[in-house]
């Protein structure tokens, strides 16, 4: 636990380098789609950069028949956790080569998280609810951000030098080859654009959660 | 005939064309706008088809795809999937083949590589079968495709095995076969076959309700682009309308041919026209035979009328056209009837006339033969009756020779009577004609002739009392009479009645007004073959001796040369019925019956009296005669001696004496020369005939002119000349 929590510090460090080391430079990107578009909730990460750290924490909520967030980034070998905030059960799984796992039915929180011990795409479901998907990204190094809604994200506390800057996203036509940007790490700011070419996203009909019986969209 | 049967022929004929024209236009236009009806309805049923068929299979591809979409979700499934291993995948894909009911299933992997099979047996990943849907799935739950695989045609359905995002694809393959096509077919009621493309081109039967080798005869006929207008098509024998339908899951590559029998479609029409033909043939039956019948009513009577008109002119006009009915075809037969009894009447009235022509023309032949004998006989009469009474004067009257005289004479006036018989009937005779009434002639003459009849035969007399007045010699009217009561009494040997009519009428030949004597009897009769022989001199049906032949020639003879007709009705057994008819006189009042004065008592005398005679006997004979009893005669041989005698004698000759027919002056010249030289002289003619002796001498009448009848007594013709002289 203690480790965990030590680990969770450095995640926390390593996800705002720049705040704690303001002398690190800030590397901004921005992913769009073929036609423009901001793209959000992509993962952006660097993957050459020196070892990362190890034993963060994090957690995919249930929360009104859907899993919260959409995407979740993380460290290879983070443990996150599944909490049910809803009333009903969720049976938890996914059969990802990356992180192959089941929470079969059950309520509250799991007493034992998941650690997502490999690098890779995680795509979760839920047995009994067919529209509830998310994906944890099991990003291997400490360097990585998401896109908002404005498809931007900001790299910080890289350390200068070349740097390869990979992109990856839940809809993304090729999955297994995500692109890749190297850069120079300098004294300057820098800002990468991502291009990336997405699937439709795939209709998912649910119903609402006031009124079951009836199909929500 | 032929212009007869023509006729009707023609009527026919153009009647039956005109029909058997309307019947082949009827029938093609009925033919054809059925044939059309029924094939527009065809096609509406095959576009109908089509439609249905779409549907269908829209329905089972919507029914085979909720399979699908409950199979994408299954969680055993993934479960299965996510171990990787490849046999306990196949099992658990056929149990779920099993409980979906498809006939294939295959699993495809995320490289879109065939993982596993639920027909082949496990090998090497295949490349995917369906590219195209599984790429279709990135999007949706399902995409479905008719497609061929392995040679077989199926309905594909793939679906993503979402775990929520695809892992892996299942491809579900339902089989198109021979039963499916069956049961639409079942819904459609058209054969339906299923095209798939053929490796080298054209295309393959996949699946029909026709037999294999129909099938294969299909799939040949149908173009590589498949066209959707429907078109015909012959298999076995039979017709088919046939509509391709692509089928849209199958991009076009993958055809259904929905076909419908044209000949059953047909059938209708194809009834209809064996019907018609049939309600054409009788139609045509029945106005041939209607034809028939309305030509024979007309034609019939025409023909008729041509029988009749042909038969007339043969000369037979008994034969009669049947009358039927009032229009023209009756009136036409009316006239031609009409006709016909026109001509037999005129053809009748014809031979009659002819008949009464020839046998007026025998008999004037006959009586000019027998009035050239009479002359004859008479001038020897003459003399033989001259000198016989000259041998009985100069016999003593009780010396038994004068009795042979008085026979020489007795026989003499017997042949004179004959003679006189002949003249009458050769018309030669002398008449002395005046106007009289029949009646009195008849009335007088009756005692004489109750005594003829006898007691056995009633005679009786019917006389009309205004019967018209004749002019007639009363004396030859007794000889007819007498002659024909002669005759009836004649044909009644057994007794009967004899009925001696006078009636008012018309001659028959000219009309004019007549009065009529008519003799019946209730004898005999008369045969009709004897009855145009009768009146021929010398034709007689009595016994040899008993009659002269000449009776009713006698009679004959009077009736016309007092120009009246003579008629007779006679049938055997029923009697005779003798009319003459003589033509009323012109308006003059009827002269009493003048009875010869009485005779001289003495026939001398001594007046100076030329004879002028020339035969010589007959001359010297009435000369000799005329001298002995006291007369100065002057003999003259003719007409030209007899006026050179009287130049010289001037006025010394009281009477003349003349034969009127004489050579080198004829009579009438000689008296006028006589008149001329002599003043107003008595003049006595002698004669044998001639009855154009009363047109030439008109003067007949007159008291200064006698006339003496040959053959005649000295005794008479002393008389009759002292009656001359001694008239006023």
Redesign the interface.
């Known amino acids: 636990m203690k480790r965990l929590l030590t680990l969770l510090a450095i995640a926390a460090i390593g996800l705002v380098p720049g705040a704690l080391r303001g002398a690190d430079s800030v590397i901004g990107v921005v992913v769009r789609d073929d036609a423009g578009r901001p793209v959000a909730d992509a993962v952006v990460y660097a993957a050459t950069s020196g070892t990362a750290a190890r034993g963060g924490r994090a957690t995919m909520d249930q929360e009104n028949q859907e899993f919260v967030p959409h995407v979740l980034p993380v460290e290879v070998g983070t443990a996150v956790t599944f909490p049910n905030r809803d009333g009903i059960r969720h049976h938890v799984y996914s059969f990802s080569p990356a992180k192959r796992f089941e929470l079969p039915l059950y309520t509250g929180t799991p007493a034992a998280p998941v650690v997502f011990d490999q690098a890779g795409a995680v795509v979760l479901g839920c047995n009994i609810h067919d529209w509830m998907v998310a994906y944890v990204y099991v990003a291997p190094s400490p360097h990585f951000a998401k896109t908002g809604s404005d498809g931007r994200a900001a790299l910080r506390g890289l350390p200068p030098g070349p740097q390869e800057l990979r992109v990856w996203h839940p809809r993304l036509r090729t999955p297994g080859e995500a692109p890749a940007q190297r850069v120079t790490l300098g004294a300057d700011a820098l800002t990468v654009d991502f291009k990336v070419s997405l699937r439709p996203e795939r209709k998912r009909p649910r119903t609402t959660p006031r009124y079951e019986n009836q199909q929500g969209g | 005939m032929s212009m007869l049967r023509g006729l009707q022929g023609r009527i026919l004929g153009f009647l039956g064309a005109l029909l058997v024209v309307l019947q082949v236009a009827v029938f093609f236009v009925v033919d054809m706008v059925s044939t059309r009806a029924a094939r527009a309805q065809l096609e509406r049923q095959l576009t109908m088809d089509a439609d249905i068929f779409r549907e269908l299979l829209a329905r089972r591809t919507a029914q085979l795809t909720i399979g699908a979409r409950v199979l994408s ?1 299954d ?1 055993a499934l ?2 299965v ?2 171990t990787g291993d490849d046999p306990t995948i196949r099992t658990a894909l056929n149990s779920m083949r099993l409980r979906i009911g498809a006939d294939r299933m295959l699993l495809v992997d995320d490289q879109g590589r065939v993982r596993v099979d639920t027909r082949d047996a496990p090998g090497s990943p295949q490349p995917s079968p369906f590219p195209r849907l599984v790429a279709l799935t ?4 399902v995409a479905a495709a008719v497609d061929v695989l392995d040679g077989l045609l199926y309905q594909f359905v793939v679906v993503p095995l ?4 695809p ?1 892996a694809w299942v491809g579900l393959g339902f089989v198109i076969d021979d039963d499916l096509a069956s049961e639409l077919r079942r819904l459609t009621a058209a054969h339906v076959t299923f095209l798939a493309p053929r490796t080298g081109g054209g295309w393959i039967a996949a699946a029909s309700t026709l037999s294999q080798g129909s099938r294969d005869a299909l799939a040949r006929t149908i173009p590589p682009r498949l066209d959707q207008a429907p078109t015909s098509f012959a298999l076995d024998r039979e017709d088919y309308l046939v509509r391709t339908v692509p089928l849209e899951q199958a991009d076009g590559r993958v055809g259904v041919v929905i076909q419908v029998s044209l000949s059953a479609a047909l059938e209708p029409a194809a009834q209809l026209r064996v019907t018609l033909m049939a309600v054409f043939a009788g139609a045509l039956l029945l106005s041939i035979l209607v034809g028939v019948v309305i030509a024979r009513m007309v034609s019939k009577p025409v023909r008729d009328v041509v029988r009749a008109v042909r038969t007339a002119a043969t000369g037979d006009y008994a034969h009669r056209v049947p009358v039927r009915g009032a229009d023209e075809l009756g009136e036409l037969a009316r006239a031609v009837n009409h006709m016909a009894a026109t001509l037999a009447e005129r053809e009748t009235a014809l031979r009659r006339s002819e008949e009464q022509l020839g046998n007026a023309r025998k008999m004037e032949a006959v009586g000019r033969l027998a009035g050239g004998i009479a002359h004859d006989f008479n001038n020897l009469l003459v003399v033989i009756m001259g000198r016989a009474e000259a041998i009985r004067d100069a016999l003593a009257p009780d010396d038994p020779r004068r009795a042979d005289v008085l026979l020489v004479e007795e026989t003499a006036e017997r042949a004179a009577g004959l003679v006189r018989q002949l003249l009458a009937f050769s018309r030669r005779q002398v008449l002395r004609t005046r106007v009289l009434s029949l009646n009195t002639v008849i009335e007088t003459f009756e005692p004489m002739l109750r005594r003829l009849t006898g007691e056995h035969v009633t005679l009786s007399l019917r006389l009309a009392p205004d019967v018209v007045p004749v002019r007639a010699d009363a004396g030859q009217i007794e000889q007819v009479l007498l002659n024909l009561v002669i005759n009836a009494r004649d044909a009644l040997p057994d007794g009967g009645r004899v009925t001696i009519e006078t009636a008012n009428g018309r001659l028959p030949a000219t009309g004019a007004p007549c009065a009529v004597l008519a003799v019946r009897d209730t004898g005999t009769g008369i045969p009709s073959d004897m009855q145009e022989h009768i009146f021929e001199p010398f034709f007689t049906t009595k016994e040899v001796g008993k009659g002269t032949g000449l009776g009713l020639a006698t009679v004959y003879g009077i009736v016309a040369q007092h120009g009246g007709e003579i008629m007779v009705l006679s049938a055997p057994g029923s009697g005779s019925h003798f009319s003459i008819y003589l033509p009323q006189a012109p308006v003059a009042p009827i002269e009493p019956l003048v009875t010869s004065g009485p005779a001289p008592a003495d026939t001398r005398g001594t007046e100076t009296v030329l004879v002028v005679e020339d035969e010589a006997e007959v001359r010297r004979l009435m000369a000799a005669a005329l001298r002995a009893r006291g007369y100065t005669v002057l003999e003259a041989a003719d007409g030209a001696a007899a006026v050179a005698l009287a130049t010289r004698q001037r006025r010394g000759i009281d009477l003349v004496v003349a034969d009127v027919v004489m050579p080198t002056m004829g009579g009438r010249e000689m008296l006028a020369q006589l008149r001329a030289k002599l003043g107003d002289v008595r003049v006595l003619l002698v004669s044998g005939h001639s009855p154009e002796l009363l047109a030439r001498y008109p003067t007949m009448a007159e008291p200064a002119i006698g006339f003496l009848h040959k053959p005649f007594t000295m005794e008479t013709l002393a008389r009759k000349a002292r009656e001359l002289l001694d008239g006023a």
């Open positions: 979700g969680y993934k479960t999937v996510a990135e999007d949706r739950d979402l775990a929520p995002d892992v």
